[in-house]
């Protein structure tokens, strides 16, 4: 993709629904708990339409004509007739992300998102470590390449 959404579109309107979720239905935005739902059978809750909205935005994106580059290795390495090997990695690859996040009991993204935004003192470290951290190695990386 050449163009993205940029920054100070995406970060407000992402934390407009936040804000939003909160103050409406009270929940919090967390597409790890979507997940957990739609596999609980749940599918009636706000959290699996969180997960159709998510499905369904990448099927829009896909059907638009997109092109599956940017996937670093990944699209480098199967092209031409190889290339429906990427869909499937992606899909395995996101099956087995959301298992981790599940598994430790939420994802970055959602615990910086909903738990910053609750002012949760857990939520607060736990999100500065994250960045501290991802700061620190990506220093790192730069130094040794």
Do not use: K
């Not at 629904?17 to 749940?42: F, I, K, Q, Y």
């Not at 190695?137 to 730069?142: D, G, L, P, Q, R």
């Amino acid at each position: 993709m050449d163009e993205q959404l940029a920054w100070y579109i995406g970060g407000p309107v992402l934390g407009l629904c936040v804000v939003a979720l909160r103050w409406l239905l009270n929940e919090r935005l967390g597409a790890t708990r979507a997940w957990a739902d739609a596999v609980a059978g749940r599918l009636g809750s706000v959290h699996a339409w969180l997960l159709v909205g998510l499905i369904a935005g990448g099927v829009v994106f896909g059907v638009l004509g997109t092109s599956a580059d940017g996937y670093g290795w990944l699209t480098d390495t199967f092209t031409g007739g190889a290339q429906w090997v990427i869909v499937p990695v992606l899909v395995a690859s996101g099956v087995l992300i959301g298992y981790g996040a599940r598994l430790a009991g939420g994802c970055t993204s959602g615990n910086g998102l909903s738990g910053n935004a609750a002012l949760s003192p857990a939520a607060l470290v736990a999100t500065g470590t994250f960045f501290g951290t991802a700061i620190v190695v990506s220093f790192a990386i730069e130094a040794l390449l």
